[in-house]
């Protein structure tokens, strides 16, 4: 059921600090490490688990383990049932698409956002992110690929200015990433959603929203393209809309 | 569920519509705890506190209590706490730390910003129920489209406010998909508490009532590209009334 156990998230030296930490920012610990765990398969996808072993598995109490469990229920990466407890969701295509589908507005609307908005400091970030991305792409090189990927969704979270967009993309977070997750052994997954980052974030550092916006659909014609082929190759009969 | 819709159109009285488990945990009533059963309890502390404050009734710029909302529910620390917590990610709570909960105020600003995020998920929801709604869906579709016209030529807000509820909740599940409900979700007490506080001086009801029919009917007709274009110009409408007032102060 759990891939491996996840090495100690915190700091032991840091314990003082931790104890005296609000209930509102252990939740978001929970809900950090959680989410976490399961993107990264630590807890594998169809698994049934019960709150006491996740409490375990991230180290925090049973409190703040239960309210991130509701809060991942509500982002679609696990179920909570009444009689069965609590079943890390599969890693569905026909959902990703739905994913797809919602991110595709929300971020289009981020990027246009942020292509008008944003200062020198954070057009030099995104060229210096787009440079990452490109050589993650011509050296298939996943961790650089994964780093700079962070860096660049957390930067753009911050620098949105809309609190709304940002909750919305927050959302989606955990189940894109886990399906790309799953994906990203493959190469060619690797080296197109590399090259169209780095489009991405060029295009939002030229500060043209309209250039920002069609390299943002070129990026998600492409996830989408990715997720199809991932029902086709599944031999998924289910129909999507 | 769309049998229950559906059956409204045979019942001479309409019906509150109970689309799903978490709208009807939005009129909750007294003695509907299971014991024991701490979900449900979240579930009812969060409808019953979004209620207060998307009426009013926690006025916006009070500060309010744990002990406070667990007194005016009737429910413990615990679920209020959790339920809490989410209202506080939907913007209806503000938690101060060391210093309580604050129901913040009206913020015509952070209203276009809500607009503008909601604009693109509506659209893609509208468009997605138009595509995906069952025909008895969109017999119900059609129904609401007739009840919003009567409603805007006899300038009726009493009926306006409940077809509104049933229009997008039947758009949320017509639609199909729980992303794009997920983040209407966030936004929409938000969203219900600014029209609640503006609507009686700032809309023009019948206009909104004529407009939402436009969506309605687009959707029941399977026009994705008029569901969408519709839901723009709502959206327009909503975005002007919501400018407009700017001018009030």
């Given amino acids: ?241 | 569920m769309a049998e229950q819709i559906v059956a409204r159109k045979a019942a001479a009285q309409p019906k509150t519509l109970r689309a799903r488990p978490s709208t009807s945990a939005r009129a909750p009533k007294a003695g509907n705890k299971r014991p024991g059963a701490k979900e449900s309890l979240t579930e009812q502390a969060y409808a019953q506190i979004e209620e207060a404050i998307v009426t009013l009734q926690l006025a916006p710029g009070s500060t309010v209590s744990e002990l406070s909302l667990s007194e005016m529910t009737g429910i413990g620390r615990t679920p209020i706490r959790e339920a809490i917590q989410r209202l506080a990610r939907e913007h209806l709570i503000v938690i101060m730390p060391q210093r309580g909960l604050l129901v913040p105020e009206i913020d015509v600003k952070k209203q276009l910003k809500l607009l503008r995020t909601r604009r693109e998920v509506e659209r893609l929801i509208c468009r997605s129920a138009a595509k995906s709604a069952t025909p008895q869906e969109r017999d119900v579709f059609a129904q609401l489209a007739e009840e919003f016209e009567e409603a805007s030529k006899a300038n009726d807000d009493v009926s306006f406010v409940r077809l509104d509820r049933e229009f997008n909740e039947l758009c949320l599940i017509a639609a199909r998909n729980e992303f794009a409900e997920a983040a209407m979700r966030l936004m929409h007490g938000l969203a219900r508490r600014f029209w609640y506080v503006h609507y009686r001086e700032a809309a023009d009801l019948p206009e909104m009532a004529r407009l939402h029919g436009a969506v309605a009917r687009a959707i029941a007709e399977g026009n994705v590209d008029a569901a969408g274009d519709t839901l723009d110009a709502l959206l327009d409408n909503i975005e002007a009334f919501t400018r407009a007032t700017l001018v009030e102060f």
């Fill in chain 1, 1 to 241: 059921m759990f891939r491996r156990q996840l090495a100690p998230m915190r700091d032991p030296s840091i314990g003082d600090r931790v104890t005296v930490r609000s209930d509102a920012s252990l939740s978001q610990s929970a809900y950090e490490l959680l989410e976490e765990a399961i993107v990264t398969q630590q807890v594998a996808p169809g698994s049934s688990v019960s709150e006491a072993q996740l409490s375990e598995l991230i180290g925090m109490s049973r409190m703040p383990t239960r309210e991130a469990v509701r809060r991942l229920a509500r982002e679609n990466l696990l179920e909570v049932r009444p009689k069965c407890g609590i079943t890390i969701r599969l890693i569905d295509p026909n959902v990703q698409l739905r994913l797809l589908e919602t991110r595709r507005e929300v971020e289009r609307l981020m990027v246009r956002l942020i292509a008008r908005e944003c200062d020198a400091a954070a057009k030099a970030t995104l060229r210096a992110l787009s440079a990452d991305f490109e050589t993650a792409a011509i050296r298939s090189d996943v961790l650089l690929f994964v780093h700079a990927d962070k860096s660049f969704n957390e930067l753009c979270l911050s620098i949105c200015g809309n609190e709304f967009v940002v909750g919305a993309m927050r959302l989606m977070q955990g189940p894109s990433r886990r399906f790309w997750f799953q994906r990203s052994r493959d190469a060619e997954i690797l080296v197109e959603s590399a090259t169209l980052h780095a489009a991405l974030a060029a295009a939002i550092a030229s500060g043209d929203p309209d250039a920002a916006a069609h390299a943002s659909d070129r990026l998600l014609d492409s996830a989408e393209r990715f997720a199809r082929r991932a029902i086709e190759e599944t031999g998924d009969a289910l129909s999507v809309r």
